[in-house]
């Protein structure tokens, strides 16, 4: 059979024609899609600035669709679903975008810390535990070990939590001393609770020495001597803590005085709380001094005279109203009805108040039971504020 060349010079540039048709269609359609993907992803950036996040998320949906191969977009597309509470969701775009094999080893850690929040966002602690241990070694580790230390506290592991906040206390500029302190007093009121009282005092010790300026584990280690019956031992322990911790002066002078009456030292611890009256008068102080002056005969008129001279130093309705409970008024047949509407309005003021929430109570908390803060509540009550 004959080969016909004529076939062949047509059929060359026939070829050509179609080819290049091709390649035009083809460049058409990518830079459809090159335009439609940035496009859906601004729209839904506008979205979100509007705090529209319902179309936010659709945009970025579609975004995804038309460049699946974007990690950025899937990292916004999670950040937004954890924000909604959708943790679920999250969880998805944050595991589909570790199991891609091209994403680089920065992205991955990325995601990885990013799984960890939905985890602990949605309350799956172990998970949450398990994705945040993966995180050593890179640049999310000091928020890892954080977030660790917050989950840890959530559980109530304290002894964990200490570990952790070792670890963060070798490596971060910051100091957690205090915070391994607390966790050593927590740990310490678990074995007293359980009868181990001398596992409980080296506890207590540790704590001191982790945190010589930490007012809870002196405080918590007198009561501690306390029930095993070394008064003296106890009444050492607090005296030590008012020079150590002057800041929890407040805090320490009651207890103070109420054991110092119970170990004949009431004298000296006396003369020692009036000198730090003169220099930082408190209502807390004011209290202790007041009981230790009920020692004398005329503990009434020496009572009436310390609350006087309170207020000569601050304007202070709680001194005033313990003040006129001590007073013959003109009106005597009144006066329980106005010491009962003076106790009404000095009440509040006697509360501490949380300095990160403004969470207040009667109570003076280590952690603040509103926003779980270390540390929040000053030793002052409401009024001194």
């Excluded at 000091?142 to 906040?165: G, H, I, P, T």
């Excluded at 070798?170 to 007093?185: D, E, I, K, M, W």
């Excluded at 230790?292 to 005033?320: I, M």
């Amino acid at each position: 059979m004959d080969f016909d060349l004529t076939w062949v010079l047509l059929g060359l540039p026939l070829a050509f024609v179609l080819g290049w048709l091709a390649s035009r269609l083809d460049l058409r359609q990518f830079r459809l899609e090159d335009r439609q993907a940035p496009k859906a992803y601004f729209k839904g950036l506008n979205y979100l600035l509007n705090e529209q996040q319902d179309q936010a998320i659709d945009a970025f949906i579609e975004a995804v669709q038309h460049d699946p191969d974007t990690s950025e977009l899937h990292f916004a597309l999670g950040n937004l679903f954890r924000r909604r509470g959708e943790y679920e969701r999250a969880v998805r775009v944050h595991e589909h975008l570790l199991a891609r094999g091209d994403l680089s080893q920065d992205d991955r850690h990325r995601a990885q810390h990013a799984l960890a929040l939905d985890f602990l966002k949605a309350g799956i602690l172990d998970r949450a535990e398990d994705a945040l241990r993966k995180l050593d070694g890179t640049r999310f580790e000091a928020e890892a070990k954080l977030a660790l230390l917050a989950n840890y506290e959530r559980s109530r592991d304290w002894a964990l939590a200490a570990q952790v906040a070792e670890d963060l206390d070798r490596v971060n500029p910051g100091s957690f001393s205090q915070r391994l302190a607390h966790y050593l007093c927590e740990q310490a009121a678990t074995e007293a609770a359980q009868g181990n009282v001398q596992a409980a005092g080296k506890l207590l010790q540790q704590a001191v020495i982790k945190a010589p300026d930490a007012p809870r584990a002196r405080l918590e280690l007198a009561q501690l001597r306390v029930k095993q019956g070394s008064l003296i031992q106890a009444w050492t322990e607090l005296s030590e803590a008012l020079t150590a911790t002057p800041s929890a002066i407040p805090l320490i002078a009651r207890p103070l005085a109420d054991l110092s009456m119970r170990c004949g030292q009431a004298a000296q611890t006396s003369a020692t709380l009036q000198t730090l009256y003169a220099t930082a008068p408190s209502l807390d102080l004011l209290d202790a001094i007041v009981a230790l002056s009920a020692q004398d005969g005329s503990a009434e008129s020496n009572a009436r005279e310390w609350y006087a001279r309170h207020l000569e130093k601050e304007p202070s309705l709680v001194a005033a109203t313990k003040w006129i409970a001590g007073e013959k008024l003109e009106h005597e047949q009144f006066h329980p009805q106005v010491q009962r509407a003076l106790d009404h309005a000095a009440k509040p003021l006697l509360r501490y108040r949380c300095a990160a929430c403004g969470f207040e109570a009667m109570q003076h908390f280590w952690q603040c039971p509103g926003c779980q803060t270390w540390d929040s509540y000053p030793a002052k009550r409401v009024e001194e504020l």
